[in-house]
């Protein structure tokens, strides 16, 4: 079919008056083909039949195309026939339980008859006074015959000093304290510093330099024979602090081998694990040997008797020669020239270390102390009893090493 007859096909469709339609030719189809803004009609028309019988829908898509411009115009008609049903659905729903018994959970407390916490009353055994305060209930009444009441308080004798060595302990705050008690806070603060002050007087014996014959008499076997003459076992450590808040404090607190700021203390021990000398808190700038050599341990000793003492004391050595006191320096041999140890200097490191370890265990106890774990900035100038109080604490403690 040409394309004039297609066109006469579509004009006829639409129904136009042919009366006033003059006769085209092709050549005036191709003078309309080529006139602007012709308009091209184009339809299509589907029937879509269900398997109903009789029942049908049509669907008739008109589309107008302009040649000027990009416009389409769209049409959909659906017929749908009237035997169709429209069906609502409204379902109704209901819980449905799967026959289980339903359960109501409620909150329980559980309460023990004469179990609540009443201070030193509610203590019964040695592990739950070691747990809260770090002494045994006979350590406990030793240091209580040591306090005298200066002060009324509303609070016991005995549940102040469970206060105080439950901050040496446990290092909780002294609002911690006041909710256990049930005092203001100023009031624990004030029976620590009492309490710190009365022990440190009262105990300050207990930290004693014996005699050459005691250390002979509680001599380990551990240390015969090479190390029989052994007198004290020296080491430093030490404990974290706040920042202080002035800058010269600071210069002198700051510790490059533990990176940060800390208060540092000599220690030395008997070979049988008692603390028997204690330097003054210095900061943790200082050197092993510096604080070693200003703390007077020196003057304590005497001849024929023997230091052990680790790596970080090697500046000691020419200053215990120029004392003009026959006194012997043991540490572990250093490695030299980057050379590999000998046999007998590899023997000697392991057997200075099998004795000199007893003073890490001593050090191990005392930071068992939690209020050393950082001290703050309002008991610095506490510090001295604090640690004063921490040995004495150790020195009440059972050996550390069996009787056998």
Same mark, same amino acid.
């Given at each position: 079919?040409?394309?004039?007859?297609?066109?006469?096909?579509?004009?006829?469709?639409?129904?136009?008056?042919?009366?006033?339609?003059?006769?085209?030719?092709?050549?005036?189809?191709?003078?309309?083909?080529?006139?602007?803004?012709?308009?091209?009609?184009?339809?299509?028309?589907?029937?879509?039949?269900?398997?109903?019988?009789?029942?049908?829908?049509?669907?008739?898509?008109?589309?107008?195309?302009?040649?000027?411009?990009?416009?389409?115009?769209?049409?959909?008609?659906?017929?749908?026939?009237?035997?169709?049903?429209?069906?609502?659905?409204?379902?109704?729903?209901?819980?449905?339980?799967?026959?289980?018994?339903? !359960?109501?959970?409620?909150?329980?407390?559980?309460?023990?008859?004469?179990?609540?916490?009443?201070?030193?009353?509610?203590?019964?055994?040695?592990?739950?006074?070691?747990?809260?305060?770090?002494?045994?209930?006979?350590?406990?009444?030793?240091?209580?015959?040591?306090?005298?009441?200066?002060?009324?308080?509303?609070?016991?004798?005995?549940?102040?000093?469970?206060?105080?060595?439950?901050?040496?302990?446990?290092?909780?705050?002294?609002?911690?304290?006041?909710?256990?008690? +049930?005092?203001?806070?100023?009031?624990?603060?004030?029976?620590?510093?009492?309490?710190?002050?009365?022990?440190?007087?009262?105990?300050?014996?207990?930290?004693?330099?014996?005699?050459?014959?005691?250390?002979?008499?509680?001599?380990?076997?551990?240390?015969?024979?090479?190390?029989?003459?052994?007198?004290?076992?020296?080491?430093?450590?030490?404990?974290?602090?706040?920042?202080?808040?002035?800058?010269?404090?600071?210069?002198?607190?700051?510790?490059?081998?533990?990176?940060?700021?800390?208060?540092?203390?000599?220690?030395?021990?008997?070979? +049988?694990?008692?603390?028997?000398?204690?330097?003054?808190?210095?900061?943790?700038? !200082?050197?092993?040997?510096?604080?070693?050599?200003?703390?007077?341990?020196?003057?304590?000793?005497?001849?024929?008797?023997?230091?052990?003492?680790?790596?970080?004391?090697?500046?000691?050595?020419?200053?215990?020669?120029?004392? +003009?006191?026959?006194?012997?320096?043991?540490?572990?041999?250093?490695?030299?020239?980057?050379?590999?140890?000998?046999?007998?200097?590899?023997?000697?490191?392991?057997?200075?270390?099998?004795?000199?370890?007893?003073?890490?265990?001593?050090?191990?106890?005392?930071?068992?102390?939690?209020?050393?774990?950082?001290?703050?900035?309002?008991?610095?100038?506490?510090?001295?009893?604090?640690?004063?109080?921490?040995?004495?604490?150790?020195?009440?403690?059972?050996?550390?090493?069996?009787?056998?």
């Amino acid at each position: 079919m040409s394309r004039y007859q297609r066109y006469m096909e579509r004009s006829n469709k639409k129904e136009r008056n042919t009366a006033n339609v003059p006769n085209i030719d092709s050549s005036t189809f191709e003078i309309i083909e080529n006139t602007p803004s012709t308009k091209i009609d184009k339809e299509c028309q589907i029937e879509i039949f269900s398997s109903v019988e009789n029942e049908g829908k049509t669907f008739i898509c008109n589309r107008y195309i302009y040649s000027d411009k990009e416009i389409c115009d769209c049409e959909v008609q659906t017929e749908i026939s009237s035997n169709s049903k429209i069906i609502k659905y409204d379902k109704k729903t209901k819980h449905q339980g799967c026959n289980t018994i339903e !359960k109501i959970y409620a909150h329980q407390a559980t309460i023990t008859e004469n179990k609540y916490f009443t201070g030193f009353r509610s203590i019964g055994e040695d592990e739950e006074l070691i747990d809260l305060a770090g002494v045994t209930l006979d350590n406990f009444r030793f240091l209580l015959k040591r306090t005298v009441d200066k002060h009324k308080y509303m609070v016991a004798k005995e549940d102040r000093l469970l206060i105080f060595l439950m901050k040496m302990k446990l290092g909780v705050t002294f609002s911690a304290l006041s909710v256990l008690f +049930g005092v203001h806070r100023t009031t624990v603060s004030r029976i620590f510093y009492l309490y710190l002050e009365e022990l440190a007087s009262a105990t300050s014996n207990l930290i004693f330099w014996p005699s050459k014959s005691v250390v002979q008499r509680t001599m380990p076997d551990c240390f015969h024979p090479n190390y029989s003459n052994t007198r004290v076992i020296i080491d430093c450590t030490e404990f974290q602090i706040e920042v202080p808040s002035t800058v010269d404090n600071r210069v002198w607190c700051y510790s490059h081998y533990k990176k940060g700021f800390t208060a540092k203390v000599l220690i030395g021990i008997t070979p +049988g694990g008692f603390i028997s000398f204690k330097s003054k808190v210095a900061g943790g700038r !200082k050197s092993d040997s510096q604080i070693t050599v200003e703390s007077g341990l020196v003057d304590l000793l005497e001849n024929g008797d023997i230091v052990l003492a680790d790596k970080g004391f090697p500046q000691i050595k020419k200053f215990l020669d120029e004392s +003009g006191k026959e006194i012997g320096l043991v540490m572990p041999p250093f490695l030299k020239n980057n050379m590999n140890f000998s046999r007998d200097e590899t023997d000697a490191t392991y057997s200075i270390a099998r004795v000199r370890i007893h003073v890490e265990r001593i050090m191990q106890r005392l930071r068992l102390y939690q209020i050393l774990n950082k001290i703050p900035q309002n008991l610095f100038c506490h510090i001295d009893d604090i640690l004063h109080i921490c040995c004495v604490l150790v020195n009440l403690q059972s050996s550390i090493f069996s009787n056998k």
